[in-house]
């Protein structure tokens, strides 16, 4: 390994605001490590200096460290009965400080949609989204924010202007939107739920698991919620038993209990 990485994180920072830390040291030191011996360059420094002067490896750097398989506002007809109907009516119910937990939340593009769909309703500073997944390589990514362009081409462009900064060819989502998230691991068949939650969100995830795991989970999320409360799932998903579940069907992918 070279030395010298601590300062190579802050110079890192000061070029990009992307913050290194939020990944594991060994693993992402092992990986820019490569990158260096890749570009022939015999230090953390020689690096800064060739992506402060090299547009090019500039870009091959930003895009190692971008998510490149996901999506901000996926199914935007949803997130539009979202914005139109439920954030409404849930506010209504249970006031502004709702109690918001997207599951299996992946490389953070779900969380950070609702904050940024929540923030049209409420003030910033009274959003806090749970957000958990199973990975914890796809939950660093997440906490650095860094995402291609097909990412977000669904997010709202007022949106877009606002909370994104185009680093490279890739978009790094602003600390504004980042620090009203709480990333946490999670095992859906195995840890604790959350209690009390006025929404969940977690689509396109349990279509991979059995139906006898499909079953609990389902169930699990009808005990997490507060009455009222709604759950919001995929478009590739069904709940064939919500009726069993005491679930009131809104739309097709929202369930309210």
Not at 78 to 93: G, Y
Not at 146 to 152: A, F, G, R, V
Not at 231 to 241: A, D, K, V, Y
């Amino acid at each position: 390994m070279f030395e010298g990485y601590e300062k190579f994180k802050k110079d890192i920072y000061a070029m990009t605001t992307i913050d290194l830390n939020a990944y594991k040291e060994k693993q992402m030191r092992r990986r820019i490590d490569s990158l260096l011996v890749k570009n022939k360059a015999q230090s953390y420094d020689e690096y800064v200096h060739l992506l402060h002067t090299d547009k090019e490896k500039f870009d091959q750097f930003i895009n190692f460290l971008t998510i490149n398989v996901s999506e901000f506002y996926r199914n935007p007809e949803q997130w539009k009965f979202l914005d139109e109907e439920v954030f409404p009516a849930l506010i209504k119910q249970f006031g502004s400080n709702l109690k918001i937990w997207s599951a299996a939340c992946s490389t953070g593009d779900e969380p950070y949609s609702l904050v940024m769909a929540l923030s049209k309703h409420v003030p910033l500073n009274q959003i806090h989204i749970i957000a958990t997944d199973i990975d914890k390589q796809v939950l660093e990514k997440a906490r650095v924010g860094l995402y291609n362009e097909k990412s977000i081409e669904s997010v709202p462009d007022d949106l877009k202007r606002k909370y994104f900064t185009q680093v490279g060819k890739s978009y790094k989502i602003s600390d504004e939107i980042k620090k009203h998230v709480e990333f946490r691991e999670h095992n859906l068949l195995r840890d604790p739920y959350p209690s009390g939650c006025h929404l969940i969100v977690c689509r396109n995830v349990v279509i991979y698991f059995t139906e006898e795991a499909k079953d609990e989970i389902y169930r699990k999320f009808y005990d997490s919620l507060a009455k009222d409360g709604m759950l919001f799932i995929g478009s590739t998903e069904q709940i064939m038993n919500y009726r069993e579940l005491n679930l009131k069907r809104h739309q097709s992918f929202f369930f309210q209990k």
